[in-house]
């Protein structure tokens, strides 16, 4: 089987692990999406309950509340590693290290997938977000979530271990991605008819984040199994 | 009762200072002072950025060393990844501490430069608030460093950090395209037209010089107490043991007694 056959085959292994212990643990549904909700009535409460600012304000908003819900996502993936021996497990099976860093960013790309379309539905129903610009809309999305969960699957092993990881994790994640942020935000104002100037250079430069976090993490995963 | 090894204390250490270190200090305090009397004496005021022009002979070759010594760091991460030995680790984690400082002092002095410029300390411009970013990542690195951690393990995962930082930096100097920055624009190096003049020019490049002279110094100094820091903890575990390994040949002669 050529190297990349088993690269694919352990990202699709530790992927399906991760999602299995999700979908059982029901943590994204009973814990994050909660908190999604919270953070999506607190902005209308801190900033104004008048529809126009909020919408205004959309795009932003809805990449801020993204990134604390992965930086939940991520603390979670990472915890689970810790318990029952299962990073020594999954040190020892034998799978490639690449694929374990391909599997675990796919398994946070489809939670914070699942999080974004709740998030979206939220926003459009409480904040009256009329869509437009879908194309851009989803490939915003599909990119910009990538990058975090590319992010997301470098530092989440990163930090399993240490102590204080929980305070550790924010500080080293969200300076990462706030450039992914800061990109995005701009796409969907664009996307909303809010921004100036088109969204399609943003999403490039999303794209070149992603690809930069993904080389990344392939390249590193190996040290980062061995020895977290 | 059998005789017990004693721990072997090095001699004592009280001074970081080397022949050579004491050389690249005097050339670095010269350099400084050749910097500082073009900066405030032989240079005057700019046409177009007045007094504040002074405040560049600091920023530019602060920002400059800054980026370099997050290179450095960053290429000893790497190596440290491929060869795992003590000393490329040592290397990054001093590289990272002092070009922190450097990066720190860039903020600082572009905050100055931007008040009587732009008439507020702080814009969200898109080279300053990466910068920002970039130093909040090695803040982070300095946080993951002084965590109690297995040393290998923590060299690893610092690694790691040192690379991730080094990928934004081409994001940063960047930016100003990328984001329509209300940055300055390249002034000195990027155009062919320079707007600087001659003894402003040769003060700005005094002071790109004097910045990475500096940096090796403190390197140098940084790189020996890190060295040094890690052989007290080799010493400290042994002497531990050797401790355990009396009480473990007391007890036993206790016993037989």
Same mark, same amino acid.
């Given at each position: 089987?050529?190297?990349?056959?088993?690269?694919?085959?352990?990202?699709?292994?530790?992927?399906?692990?991760?999602?299995?212990?999700?979908?059982?643990?029901r943590?994204?549904?009973n814990?994050?999406?909660?908190?999604?909700a +919270?953070?999506?009535? %607190?902005?209308?409460?801190?900033?104004?309950?008048?529809?126009?600012? %909020?919408?205004?304000?959309?795009?932003?908003?809805? @990449?801020?509340?993204?990134?604390?819900?992965?930086?939940?996502?991520?603390?979670?993936?990472?915890?689970?590693?810790?318990?029952?021996?299962?990073?020594?497990?999954?040190?020892?099976?034998?799978?490639r290290?690449?694929?374990?860093?391909?599997?675990?960013?796919?398994?946070?790309?489809?939670?914070?997938?699942?999080?974004?379309?709740?998030?979206?539905?939220?926003?459009?129903?409480?904040?009256?977000?009329?869509?437009?610009?879908?194309?851009?809309? +989803?490939?915003?999305?599909?990119?910009?979530?990538?990058?975090?969960?590319?992010?997301?699957?470098?530092?989440?092993?990163?930090?399993?271990?240490?102590?204080?990881?929980?305070?550790?994790?924010?500080?080293?994640? %969200?300076p990462?991605?706030?450039?992914?942020?800061?990109?995005?935000?701009?796409?969907?104002?664009?996307?909303?008819?809010?921004?100036?100037?088109?969204? @399609?250079? @943003?999403?490039?430069?999303?794209?070149m984040?992603?690809?930069?976090?993904?080389?990344?993490?392939a390249?590193?995963?190996?040290?980062?199994?061995?020895?977290? | 009762?059998?005789?017990?090894?004693?721990?072997?204390?090095?001699?004592?250490?009280?001074?970081?200072g080397?022949?050579?270190?004491?050389?690249?200090?005097?050339?670095?305090?010269?350099?400084?002072?050749?910097?500082?009397?073009?900066?405030?004496?032989?240079?005057?005021?700019?046409?177009?950025?007045?007094?504040?022009?002074?405040?560049?002979?600091?920023?530019?070759?602060?920002?400059?060393?800054?980026?370099?010594?997050?290179?450095?760091?960053?290429?000893? $991460?790497?190596?440290?990844?491929?060869?795992?030995?003590?000393?490329?680790?040592?290397?990054?984690?001093?590289?990272?501490?002092?070009?922190?400082?450097?990066?720190?002092?860039?903020?600082?002095?572009?905050?100055?430069?931007?008040?009587?410029?732009?008439?507020?300390?702080?814009?969200?411009?898109?080279?300053?608030?990466?910068?920002?970013?970039?130093?909040?990542?090695?803040?982070?690195?300095?946080?993951?460093?002084?965590?109690?951690?297995?040393?290998?393990?923590r060299?690893?995962?610092?690694?790691?950090?040192?690379?991730? $930082?080094?990928?934004?930096?081409?994001?940063?100097?960047? $930016?100003?395209?990328?984001?329509? $920055?209300?940055?300055?624009?390249?002034?000195?190096?990027?155009?062919?037209?320079?707007?600087?003049?001659?003894?402003?020019?040769?003060?700005?490049?005094?002071?790109?010089?004097?910045?990475?002279?500096?940096?090796?110094?403190?390197?140098?100094?940084?790189?020996?107490?890190?060295?040094l820091?890690?052989?007290?903890?080799?010493?400290?575990?042994?002497?531990?043991?050797?401790?355990?390994?009396?009480e473990?040949?007391?007890?036993?002669?206790?016993?037989?007694?």
């Amino acid at each position: 089987m050529s190297a990349l056959r088993e690269v694919l085959a352990a990202a699709a292994l530790v992927a399906g692990k991760d999602l299995r212990i999700e979908a059982r643990s029901r943590v994204a549904t009973n814990h994050v999406l909660p908190f999604v909700a +919270v953070v999506v009535m %607190l902005f209308a409460f801190a900033l104004d309950t008048e529809a126009t600012t %909020l919408r205004r304000a959309a795009g932003g908003l809805f @990449w801020v509340t993204v990134v604390f819900a992965a930086v939940l996502v991520v603390q979670r993936g990472a915890q689970l590693e810790q318990q029952d021996g299962a990073g020594e497990a999954l040190r020892l099976s034998g799978l490639r290290p690449a694929g374990v860093f391909l599997g675990k960013g796919a398994a946070l790309f489809v939670e914070l997938m699942v999080v974004e379309v709740v998030l979206a539905v939220a926003m459009v129903v409480l904040y009256d977000l009329r869509l437009g610009g879908v194309v851009l809309l +989803v490939v915003t999305a599909v990119v910009a979530t990538a990058a975090i969960a590319a992010a997301g699957a470098i530092y989440g092993p990163l930090v399993a271990g240490l102590s204080g990881r929980e305070t550790v994790l924010p500080l080293l994640l %969200l300076p990462v991605l706030a450039p992914v942020l800061l990109a995005a935000s701009r796409a969907f104002e664009v996307a909303l008819g809010r921004g100036v100037g088109s969204g @399609w250079p @943003w999403v490039g430069m999303l794209g070149m984040l992603c690809g930069i976090y993904v080389v990344l993490g392939a390249l590193t995963s190996g040290p980062l199994l061995d020895e977290t | 009762m059998t005789d017990l090894p004693t721990p072997t204390h090095p001699a004592p250490v009280d001074s970081t200072g080397s022949r050579g270190s004491r050389i690249l200090g005097a050339i670095a305090a010269g350099l400084v002072a050749a910097t500082c009397f073009y900066a405030f004496v032989v240079t005057g005021p700019d046409s177009q950025l007045g007094e504040t022009v002074r405040i560049l002979y600091l920023h530019v070759p602060s920002v400059i060393t800054a980026y370099l010594l997050v290179a450095i760091a960053a290429g000893a $991460s790497a190596f440290h990844l491929w060869k795992r030995n003590e000393f490329s680790d040592l290397l990054a984690a001093s590289a990272t501490e002092i070009g922190m400082v450097f990066l720190g002092v860039t903020l600082v002095t572009g905050m100055l430069w931007g008040r009587p410029t732009w008439g507020v300390y702080w814009v969200w411009d898109a080279r300053l608030t990466t910068t920002a970013l970039l130093f909040l990542m090695l803040v982070g690195y300095a946080v993951v460093r002084s965590l109690p951690a297995e040393p290998r393990s923590r060299a690893t995962r610092s690694a790691v950090l040192s690379l991730v $930082s080094l990928a934004l930096v081409p994001v940063v100097s960047r $930016s100003v395209e990328w984001w329509n $920055s209300l940055h300055q624009g390249q002034t000195v190096l990027g155009t062919s037209d320079a707007k600087l003049d001659g003894a402003q020019l040769f003060g700005l490049f005094l002071g790109m010089v004097s910045g990475p002279v500096i940096a090796a110094w403190l390197l140098m100094h940084r790189f020996r107490v890190a060295w040094l820091a890690e052989r007290a903890e080799e010493l400290g575990l042994d002497a531990a043991i050797a401790a355990r390994r009396l009480e473990a040949g007391g007890d036993a002669a206790g016993a037989t007694s």
